[in-house]
């Protein structure tokens, strides 16, 4: 059962010879023990249902606060992994950079080498020309002038020899 402050306002007892009878004020107390009895048990629920949902507040709260840490410091690892990258990025990319320019240079100055390699070879060919054909016109020399003049030739020849190893 259950009153409200209405009804107990508008309660009215009914008179008897010392005062309200009796019956209907120890009735309507049995009945306000009841309500208060179920008021305090449903009290202490509610106060117990707001402690669980306080202690489940604090957790969630704690949780957040955990969770906002983390987060922040996974941002600031993520942060500090970009940066450190790029600084690897530039060292490596600098070094790609400085090995480039020695492959370049080494490959110019290969060239070059192999420019004057070419040009000392044709010289050397040109000078092998030249000697190839004094030897055949001495020897054709030799084959026009006969056995009295080959000594000269002979002497002639290894003179040139001697001018050719000069050189």
């Not at 490959?107 to 054909?133: G, M, Y």
């Amino acid at each position: 059962m259950s009153l409200s402050k209405i009804d107990l306002l508008n309660k009215k007892f009914s008179k008897s010879l010392f005062g309200y009878s009796k019956s209907e004020v120890d009735q309507l107390m049995i009945e306000l023990a009841d309500v208060l009895g179920s008021t305090a048990d449903e009290k202490k629920q509610l106060l117990k249902k707001v402690g669980r949902r306080e202690n489940t507040i604090t957790e969630f709260r704690q949780r957040e606060e955990t969770l906002r840490d983390t987060l922040m410091t996974t941002q600031k690892m993520v942060d500090d992994l970009k940066a450190a990258a790029r600084r690897e990025a530039e060292v490596i990319i600098n070094e790609a950079h400085s090995r480039a320019e020695v492959i370049l240079q080494q490959a110019h100055n290969r060239l070059a080498q192999i420019h004057e390699d070419i040009n000392e070879l044709k010289r050397q060919r040109t000078r092998f020309e030249v000697e190839l054909k004094a030897l055949l016109e001495s020897h054709l020399k030799t084959l026009e002038i006969g056995d009295p003049e080959l000594e000269k030739v002979e002497a002639i020849e290894s003179k040139l020899k001697f001018f050719k190893k000069a050189k």
